[in-house]
C-alpha cells in the first residue's frame, strides 16, 4: 500500500464529531491541503504553560513536517520533545445563505497532532530549510545565498510527524431550510482565492538583473 492510500489515524483527537460527511479519509488528501499551503499556525504551551501560537512557513518531506523559527523564541524552545498542534486551513469561498444561520464558509483544513522535535543533525537542518524556502518559492533555495553559520546558528527547525492528522473539506452551496427556499434573499457562493501579482522588484536592485524563472513560475 503505497503512502497516499495508507487512511489517516483514527483517534480521540481526530475522530470528527461533527459533519463527519466532511472529513477525508486517506493521506492524499492530508498531503494536497498541506502542499497547497504557505503559513500554518503551530499550537504549542509555552513554558509557562501559557498557550501560544505561532504562524510560519512549513515544508513537507514525505510524512515529516518541518516548520522553523528564531532560535531565540521560547515557545519553540519549549515545544521540543512536546506535544503539538499544527493547522493549515484554506478559505475557498463565503457561503452566503437564505438564513443567517445557514450561512458558511467552503474550506480544506488539516489539523495535526504530534511530539515536535527540534532537529539537531546539521544535515536534515539544512534539508529542513530547503524544504520550507522551495515550498514557498520553488527553486529558490538553488537561486539565492545559502545561510552562513552565523544564520544557521539563529534558526531552529522544527520537525513533526504527519502520524496523526485529519482533513475537513466543505464544497457548495448553501444547505438552507426547505421552508427557507422562496424567501426574497439572495443566496450563493462568494468565491475566495489566493493569487501572485506581478513581482515587484527592490529598489536597490541592479536593473540588470532580470526576474528569474522561478519567480515568473509562480506567477503563472
Known amino acids: 500500500m503505497s503512502a497516499e492510500a495508507t487512511p489517516l489515524s483514527s483517534t480521540p483527537r481526530t475522530t470528527l464529531r461533527r459533519h463527519r460527511e466532511r472529513g477525508q479519509a486517506d493521506r492524499a488528501a492530508l498531503y494536497e491541503v498541506l502542499d497547497a499551503g504557505l503559513i500554518c499556525h503551530l499550537g504549542v504551551a509555552s513554558a509557562d504553560g501559557t498557550p501560544v501560537v505561532l ?20 515557545a519553540l524552545r519549549a515545544a521540543d520533545g512536546q506535544r503539538v498542534c499544527v493547522t493549515v486551513t484554506h478559505l475557498d469561498g463565503l457561503v452566503a445563505a437564505r438564513s443567517v444561520f445557514s450561512h458558511s464558509v467552503n474550506y480544506r483544513s488539516a489539523v495535526i497532532f504530534g511530539t515536535a522535535t527540534i532537529v539537531k543533525d ?63 434573499v439572495w443566496a450563493g457562493v462568494l468565491p475566495v482565492s489566493v493569487t501572485f501579482g506581478t513581482p515587484v522588484p527592490d529598489p536597490k536592485l541592479r536593473p540588470e538583473i532580470p526576474v528569474p524563472a522561478h519567480i515568473r513560475d509562480r506567477v503563472s
Open 122 to 184: 546539521e544535515a536534515e537542518r539544512w534539508d529542513g530549510l530547503r524544504l520550507i524556502t522551495d515550498h514557498l518559492i520553488p527553486g529558490r533555495w538553488a537561486a539565492a545565498r545559502q545561510p552562513t553559520t552565523k544564520e544557521m546558528a539563529a534558526t531552529a527547525v522544527m520537525s513533526l510527524p504527519l502520524a496523526e492528522a485529519s482533513v475537513k473539506i466543505r464544497t457548495g452551496m448553501p444547505a438552507d431550510e426547505p421552508e427557507d427556499l422562496d424567501l426574497d
Open 55 to 74: 504562524p510560519t512557513a512549513y515544508g513537507r518531506d514525505g510524512d515529516t513536517l518541518y516548520l522553523h523559527g528564531s532560535s531565540a523564541n521560547g
